[in-house]
């Protein structure tokens, strides 16, 4: 885990400023919600900063939540759009069979181009993977890398769903 320390202002004349306090390393173990309110106060009285004067924005973990229980916590509006956006995704793969198994189809695609030794050199661009941290963008940029890769290479793809599809049946 990275916990990064971003603080925002604006100044007199209403220009927006920004500046990264601290940058750190928690190993897995010790991301606990006492040793990450540790750090908080640390950076906090570092820059002579008034701990309940200041509101804080982070992500929806427990630990962070827990760490912040007795502090002003905002919410992190770009986790909650990406979490809304993960459970559209997700509700419409569900609902719809035709965009379920285009999804499914394009992931099968970039599973037997990776693998297949030789297609990938063929094509001007990769088709990207999911990312885990940010799963609905990652859907989004896989689809469009794959129908893009689809559309100008037609004959390539032919071939690899042809074979896709073989391997199904068997």
């Given at each position: ?50 701990i309940g ?18 502090e002003i ?98």
């Amino acid at each position: 885990m990275l916990i990064l320390k971003y603080f925002y202002w604006i100044d007199k004349n209403w220009q927006q400023h920004h500046a990264l306090l601290r940058c750190k390393h928690f190993e897995e173990q010790s991301k606990n919600a006492i040793n990450l309110w540790n750090e908080i106060e640390s950076i906090f009285n570092e820059f002579d900063l008034i701990i309940g004067d200041t509101p804080i924005t982070t992500d929806e973990g427990a630990n962070v939540k827990a760490s912040l229980k007795d502090e002003i916590r905002l919410p992190c509006m770009a986790h909650r759009c990406s979490t809304a956006l993960e459970m559209a995704w997700e509700a419409t793969t569900k609902k719809n069979s035709e965009f379920d198994q285009l999804v499914n189809n394009i992931s099968s695609l970039r599973s037997f181009i990776a693998h297949s030794g030789g297609i990938q050199a063929s094509l001007p661009k990769t088709i990207k993977k999911n990312s885990a941290t940010r799963p609905w963008r990652s859907y989004y940029i896989v689809n469009e890398s794959g129908k893009s890769i689809f559309v100008n290479n037609i004959s390539s793809c032919v071939f690899a769903w042809k074979t896709i599809y073989l391997e199904a049946l068997l």
